[in-house]
């Protein structure tokens, strides 16, 4: 499997940015998708992240992006999209895609697989 994030980049407080993660080589035996990010200084946190069991997708999300964050999934272009609306400063990180390919908590970083590079998401005051 491979992933990379691209995207990213400068936007005002109050702004939208829009980060997509290309997607190769996913096979029904993963568990799903998922973003995190990291900023200077503080541990790789989960964002948000898409399930799959059977033909029903679950999605989830930390409490402090949930209602302006939206994950979703291209599979025509292979692409796993985060829709970031209402930035705030506190979001500035580096965002990073990765593959879930054990059950349990999807805040667990051993849990995920496959990261991406990342791409830079800097929101200004």
């Known amino acids: 499997v491979q992933l990379q994030a691209s995207g990213g980049g400068l936007v005002q407080a109050g702004g939208s940015l829009r980060i997509s993660c290309s997607v190769s080589?996913?096979?029904?035996?993963?568990?799903?998708l998922g973003w995190f990010r990291q900023s200077p200084g503080k541990e790789r946190e989960f964002v948000a992240a898409i399930l799959y069991s059977g033909s029903t997708s679950y999605y989830y999300y930390r409490d402090s992006v949930k209602g302006r964050f939206t994950i979703s999934r291209d599979n025509a272009k292979n692409t796993l999209d985060l829709q970031m609306d209402s930035l705030k400063p506190e979001d500035t990180a580096i965002y990073y895609c990765?593959?879930?390919?054990?059950?349990?908590?999807?805040?667990?970083?051993?849990?995920?697989?496959?990261w991406g590079q990342g791409t830079q998401v800097t929101v200004s005051s």
């Open positions: 990765a593959v879930k390919v054990k059950t349990g908590s999807n805040y667990q970083l051993s849990n995920f697989n496959y």
């Open positions: 080589g996913y096979t029904s035996s993963n568990k799903g």
